[in-house]
């Protein structure tokens, strides 16, 4: 499937969705409260020429939704008939995992729950993947070389994205061109104690490499003139398109 028409479908599984959840509320708890599928476009513009093939290349493979919130995007991969991994840790989870588990169930979806804490020293629920999805998840961990360089050893592609910083907030300095992280104290960020680690763009590039991916695509978007780790009004994401260079 070229990505154009992953996007069209994108497009009418939001709308399912979003029927499903309404005329299912949860009892005791939320769905997860940002938007998952949002994604997808931004995908879409990091992905060009042969990169946007990327689905087809994984066909018949299995597919890693990881830190998968209520399920919205990976759900949507199984709906295409990928074998998936929806994976979370219920402390860290927007709802303790309820979410994933009851859309699952309302969807009937073949997609499979599993319980990872990528703060361990985990293994993973399946030994070989074509696709991860690692989304919004890279500076919510303790150890990110550690997760990186496990997915490298399982999955042929990986699509990922996370926060980083052109500059640090107080005193200011420029970490553009090194290759670095920045350590946020707990309520630094968000008022968020598990946002960790954001990498400068060139500390993000050094990690996945030395982890084993080759990068296919890079696309910066936000604040890209004056991010920092802190501030919303300063927030500065990157997407990226990963090859391991191991498999």
Request: net charge negative; charged share 25%.
């Amino acid at each position: 499937m070229n990505f154009d028409d992953f996007k069209v479908k994108a497009g009418q599984w939001r709308k399912r969705l979003t029927e499903v959840k309404t005329k299912n509320p949860p009892d005791g708890f939320t769905w997860y409260g940002y938007d998952i599928l949002a994604n997808v476009d931004h995908v879409d513009g990091l992905l060009s020429g042969d990169s946007r093939d990327l689905l087809a290349r994984v066909a018949g493979e299995r597919i890693a939704d990881i830190g998968c919130a209520d399920g919205d995007l990976g759900l949507l991969f199984a709906d295409l008939g990928h074998e998936v991994d929806l994976i979370d840790w219920p402390s860290t989870n927007w709802n303790g995992m309820r979410g994933v588990r009851r859309l699952t169930g309302l969807l009937e979806s073949p997609a499979t729950v599993h319980e990872v804490d990528l703060d361990s020293q985990f293994a993973l629920p399946s030994d070989r993947y074509g696709l991860v999805v690692l989304l919004g998840i890279l500076y919510h961990l303790k150890n990110p070389y550690f997760v990186l360089d496990k997915l490298a050893s399982h999955t042929r592609y990986c699509l990922l994205s996370t926060r980083i910083a052109r500059y640090t907030k107080a005193p200011k300095t420029d970490i553009s061109e090194l290759p670095v992280a920045y350590l946020l104290t707990p309520d630094e960020c968000n008022n968020d104690a598990t946002n960790f680690w954001i990498f400068s763009a060139a500390g993000l590039r050094r990690i996945v490499e030395r982890c084993g991916f080759r990068i296919v695509a890079m696309r910066q978007l936000g604040d890209v003139k004056a991010s920092n780790p802190a501030d919303a009004e300063h927030d500065e994401r990157a997407f990226l398109m990963l090859e391991s260079t191991r498999i």
